[in-house]
C-alpha cells in the first residue's frame, strides 16, 4: 500500500497534517533510516521503516482495545456530555478511534475501540446476531415466570418485541443475561418490563471476547493481537 508520507504520519502520530510537514522539515523524521522531508514521499507501509523523534512507528491497518469501562465515563469521543472513555486509552493515538456500541455512563464491562468501521457495522448489524452477555443487579427478586419472559422477549415500548434471551439465574436478585441486539437502554428497559429496576450493570462479554480471559482491571485496557482480532471478526 502507497501513502503520501504526511498522511501517514498524521495517521499514526498525534500529530495533525501541518504539524507532520514541520516535523519533516526539522528533520524529525527518518525513512529507511535516511533523513526525510518531502511530504508527498509516497511510502510503502509494508516494507518502509519510518521513525519519528526516535521511535518507529509500525504498519496497522486497524487497531482494536479492549476496556474494562468503570462507572462514570460516557461512550462517546467527545467530553460535551461528561468524561468520555478515550481518556482511559492514555499515551495512544486516538483521533481514528471509536467506541463500537455503546454502554451507559453507569455501566461497566466490555467495550471494543477500534478505527475498523467495517467491523464495527458487523458487530453491530441485527443481522449478525452477535451475543451480549450482561452481569444484572436487580432491586427485587426475580420470579421463575419473569425469567421466562426474559428468555422468549419482552415489550419495551418499540415496534416490536425484544428477540429471545439467555438469561442464568445467579441469585435472587442477580441474573446473567445474553442478547443480540443493542437497543437504547435495552436491558434496563426489559427489566422494567418485568416490573423490575437495574441497581447494577456489567457487560461480560461481546461476541467471543470475554472481559474474565481478558484479564483486564477496571479501568485498563489492553491491545488486541492478532489471533484475537481473527476471533472477534469470526463472531
Known amino acids: 500500500m502507497l501513502v503520501r508520507l504526511d498522511k501517514w504520519l498524521s495517521e499514526k502520530s498525534s500529530l495533525t497534517r501541518s504539524e507532520a510537514k514541520d516535523a519533516l522539515?526539522?528533520?524529525?523524521?527518518?525513512?529507511?533510516?535516511?533523513p526525510s522531508k518531502d511530504p508527498s514521499l509516497k511510502l510503502n507501509t509494508e516494507k518502509d521503516e519510518v521513525v519519528l523523534d526516535g521511535h518507529s512507528l509500525l504498519y496497522e491497518e486497524h487497531v482494536y482495545f479492549v476496556l474494562n469501562k468503570p462507572a462514570g465515563y460516557v461512550t462517546s469521543t467527545s467530553d460535551s456530555d461528561g468524561i468520555n472513555v478515550m481518556s482511559l486509552l492514555k499515551g495512544e493515538v486516538?483521533?481514528?478511534?471509536?467506541?463500537?456500541?455503546?454502554?451507559?455512563?453507569?455501566?461497566?464491562?466490555?467495550?471494543?475501540?477500534?478505527?475498523?468501521?467495517?467491523?464495527?457495522?458487523?458487530?453491530?448489524?441485527?443481522?449478525?446476531?452477535v451475543n451480549k452477555t450482561?452481569?444484572?443487579?436487580?432491586?427485587?427478586?426475580?420470579?421463575?415466570?419473569?425469567?421466562?419472559?426474559?428468555?422468549?422477549?419482552?415489550?419495551?415500548?418499540?415496534?416490536?418485541?425484544?428477540k429471545p434471551?439467555?438469561?442464568?439465574?445467579?441469585?435472587?436478585?442477580?441474573?446473567?443475561?445474553?442478547?443480540?441486539e443493542g437497543r437504547y437502554h435495552q436491558v434496563k428497559r426489559m427489566l422494567e418490563a418485568v416490573d423490575n429496576k437495574v441497581t447494577y450493570?456489567?457487560?461480560?462479554?461481546?461476541?467471543?471476547?470475554?472481559?474474565?480471559?481478558?484479564?483486564?482491571?477496571?479501568?485498563?485496557?489492553?491491545?488486541?493481537?492478532?489471533?484475537?482480532?481473527e476471533e472477534l471478526k469470526r463472531s
Do not use: M, W
Not at 522539515?25 to 535516511?34: D, M, P
Not at 444484572?136 to 425484544?162: A, F, H, R, Y
Not at 434471551?165 to 443480540?180: N, P, Q, W
Open 201 to 229: 450493570l456489567k457487560r461480560l462479554s461481546f461476541g467471543n471476547l470475554i472481559l474474565d480471559e481478558l484479564n483486564v482491571n477496571l479501568g485498563e485496557y489492553i491491545k488486541l493481537g492478532a489471533s484475537q482480532i
Open 134 to 162: 450482561y452481569y444484572v443487579e436487580c432491586q427485587s427478586p426475580i420470579s421463575d415466570s419473569e425469567l421466562g419472559s426474559l428468555k422468549n422477549g419482552v415489550d419495551i415500548g418499540d415496534d416490536t418485541p425484544t
Open 25 to 34: 522539515k526539522k528533520g524529525r523524521v527518518l525513512v529507511n533510516g535516511e
Open 94 to 129: 486516538i483521533k481514528n478511534l471509536f467506541p463500537v456500541g455503546r454502554l451507559d455512563k453507569d455501566t461497566e464491562g466490555l467495550l471494543l475501540i477500534t478505527d475498523d468501521g467495517e467491523l464495527s457495522h458487523r458487530l453491530l448489524s441485527p443481522k449478525k446476531h
Open 165 to 180: 434471551a439467555e438469561v442464568a439465574r445467579v441469585d435472587d436478585k442477580t441474573i446473567k443475561l445474553t442478547i443480540t
